[in-house]
């Protein structure tokens, strides 16, 4: 007689996904003038365990500080990332109301949510800084 045999079990291969954050912001010039453009550049890098198949957007969203009111936006973009792979978004804008005040830029990626990622809640990051008067 035949001896029966048990059927392995499947084991669950953890899948391997992207998180990208956002791990570095500079400003060039710092402090950014009044009516004159500056550019932010944004580093993005994948800190998750697998690739990003796709690219994605860097919103930016300044802000009067004293209020929260919009004064300009724009939308950068960076490519697909592999594991530990970064890459620096270079995003120009112009803000030409409210020198002499603090401002607020909101600067989120993935703003589109086109990258699958284990964590979605660390796309975005602040940067409080005071607009010089310069030609306003």
Same mark, same amino acid.
């Given at each position: 007689t !035949?001896i029966p045999t *048990?059927? !392995?079990? !499947?084991?669950n291969? &953890?899948t391997a996904? #992207?998180?990208? /954050?956002?791990?570095?912001v500079?400003? +060039? &010039?710092? &402090?950014?003038?009044c =009516?004159?453009? @500056?550019?932010?550049y944004?580093? %993005?890098?994948n800190k $998750?365990t697998? #690739?990003?198949t796709?690219g994605?957007? /860097?919103?930016?969203?300044?802000t009067?500080? #004293?209020? $929260?009111s919009t ?5 950068g973009? @960076? !490519?697909?990332l ?5 890459? %620096? $978004?270079?995003?120009p804008?112009?803000v030409?109301? @409210?020198h002499?005040e *603090?401002?607020s830029?909101? /600067?989120?990626? +993935?703003?589109? =949510?086109?990258? *699958?990622?284990? =964590?979605e809640s660390? *796309?975005s990051?602040?940067?409080?800084y005071?607009?010089?008067? #310069?030609d306003?």
């Open positions: !035949p *048990n059927t !392995p079990v !499947p084991t291969t &953890p996904v #992207a998180n990208l /954050i956002i791990s570095k500079e400003l +060039d &010039p710092n &402090p950014p003038q =009516n004159e453009t @500056f550019i932010i944004v580093t %993005v890098q $998750g697998g #690739a990003s796709v994605g957007s /860097i919103s930016v969203v300044d009067r500080t #004293a209020d $929260g004064t300009e936006s724009t939308v973009a @960076f !490519p697909p592999e594991v530990d792979q970064s890459t %620096v $978004g270079v995003i804008i112009t030409s109301t @409210f002499s *603090n401002h830029l909101q /600067i989120r990626i +993935d703003s589109n =949510n086109t990258v *699958n990622e284990t =964590n660390d *796309n990051i602040t940067v409080v005071e607009l010089e008067q #310069a306003c």
